[in-house]
């Protein structure tokens, strides 16, 4: 099996981040040495946060004032639009007036504002919606009324200027005549950049920061108990497999409060794969898992077969194939003779692992290199295009052997047996990262504080700041 080192092969700029919908899985394929490098992190931030303290008027209408006169607004146990309750509002006049919902104060940055409102199918002449600080209005915004009797989303924003401060929010319209009643329901307020679907305690998935239709609520994305997470498992799901598989640094993988990476250096090439992350407690539990999927690119030609050592991932290399080695599988039939028969009593067991001769060329540094990769004991990864129709095989190299091609400063010709093994246990084996170490580590920075600067969390230190 004659093959090249081509060290010349230009590389893939790698693909942006991969995150699993729930955000605790990320990922990144190492294209440069046909891996994956996988961060566990269940300790994420809420997804959004609702300023609002009674956003959903589930039991009652607390933190509801006035905006304007001659309106009444009382609740309502039937009839929302996110739960059972809503807020009534009936004019008892004809002037524009509503209510005005109190919000946790916010001094800087935009203030988000969304609700749903049922207005009368006629009867109603215009609208505002307001921000406002205390009783003074920091901006109004026009509103014309969807008069269709049934709920509709009203939206905006305000960007508040230095010294303003958001601490409520006003809606109101205008009736044609007294006894007009219209309703609230669902209101989102946040300071962001962007609007996010409506958060409120008694949601699926959300909490109150305090007391239940009195305070701020937010969108949990952290994982349960997050603090008592110690460990993270990471299978590998292959195209046809019958199961997943572990990945060798996550048989589990250290995640301490729920922080961890983990490097898949044996996905298949030119595939795709999906990663699955089970977080494990301290008291033994296993939480909700999060997937992502990848796609492995393949090499392209010639320099289409990757040698990985497992150990060190760095050792690993990449060649150029110019013809392929005979795969032979020895049969393991016994057989004994049968008196008065021409035919043999015979049993067959399943046939031996594949046995076949690598014959590897290779020109400057890549020559120690190879050599290492060779003459250094540990099973191998032999991996290639799906096109090449050869499965990835684990491997041991046995009598290595080297010559000289023709000038001594020139080129080398490398062989090798190639036996086939059995995957080696992946049960609680390091993390190895090829190119990053903590000697690497060491190397690049001189002093602690310069390692910090770097990298504010353990995340971006354990994978030099490729996943946050």
Not at 51 to 59: C, D, G, H, K, Y
Not at 199 to 216: F, L, R, Y
Not at 252 to 279: C, K, N, Q, R
Not at 339 to 344: Q, T, V
Request: hydrophobic letters at 40%.
């Amino acid at each position: 099996m004659p093959l090249i080192v081509d060290p010349s092969v230009p590389q893939v700029t790698p693909p942006a981040i991969i995150t699993s919908p729930d955000g605790w899985l990320s990922a990144v394929v190492d294209e440069p040495w046909a891996g994956v490098l996988l961060g566990y992190n269940a300790d994420t931030p809420p997804s959004a946060r609702n300023l609002a303290l009674n956003p959903s008027f589930t039991s009652n209408i607390a933190n509801v004032g006035s905006f304007g006169a001659n309106v009444t607004r009382t609740w309502s146990a039937t009839g929302g639009n996110t739960g059972p309750g809503c807020l009534r509002v009936l004019h008892t006049g004809t002037t524009i007036a509503g209510g005005s919902f109190t919000i946790a104060p916010v001094t800087s940055g935009t203030v988000q504002v969304a609700l749903w409102v049922k207005l009368p199918a006629s009867g109603i002449v215009r609208g505002n919606l307001a921000w406002r600080s205390g009783t003074t209005s920091l901006r109004t915004q026009a509103l014309t009324p969807a008069t269709s009797g049934q709920w509709a989303k009203i939206s905006g924003s305000h960007t508040l200027t230095a010294g303003q401060t958001c601490d409520n929010i006003g809606i109101s319209f205008e009736p044609t005549a007294a006894g007009t009643e219209w309703f609230v329901d669902a209101l989102m307020v946040e300071a962001a950049d962007e609007p996010h679907p409506y958060v409120d305690g008694h949601q699926p998935g959300c909490q109150w920061e305090g007391t239940p239709d009195a305070s701020t609520s937010v969108r949990i994305t952290a994982a349960p108990d997050v603090a008592d997470i110690r460990k993270v498992r990471i299978t590998r799901q292959d195209p046809g497999a019958p199961a997943p598989v572990p990945v060798r640094s996550a048989d589990p993988a250290w995640a301490i409060e729920g922080v961890g990476p983990a490097y898949d250096h044996e996905p298949p090439l030119g595939v795709t794969v999906i990663y699955t992350a089970t977080p494990l407690y301290a008291d033994g539990s296993a939480g909700p898992s999060s997937s992502l999927a990848v796609t492995m690119p393949e090499p392209g030609r010639p320099a289409d077969v990757w040698i990985k050592s497992l150990d060190d991932p760095g050792l690993s290399a990449r060649v150029t194939v110019i013809s392929w080695p005979q795969l032979q599988w020895a049969s393991r039939i016994d057989q004994g003779d049968i008196a008065g028969s021409p035919y043999p009593a015979t049993s067959q067991d399943v046939y031996a692992a594949a046995a076949s001769e690598i014959t590897i060329d290779a020109d400057g540094d890549e020559i120690e290199k190879l050599r290492k990769l060779l003459v250094t004991p540990g099973v191998r990864l032999i991996q290639t295009r799906p096109a090449a129709h050869r499965p990835d095989q684990f491997v041991l190299f046995a009598n290595p052997g080297e010559a000289v091609d023709a000038d001594p400063d020139g080129s080398r010709t490398f062989t090798a047996a190639v036996q086939e093994v059995g995957r080696p246990s992946t049960a609680a084996q390091p993390l190895r990262i090829p190119g990053w170490s903590y000697d690497a580590l060491a190397a690049a920075y001189g002093t602690y504080d310069a390692v910090s600067a770097t990298f504010p969390s353990y995340q971006q230190l354990a994978t030099n700041g490729r996943l946050g």
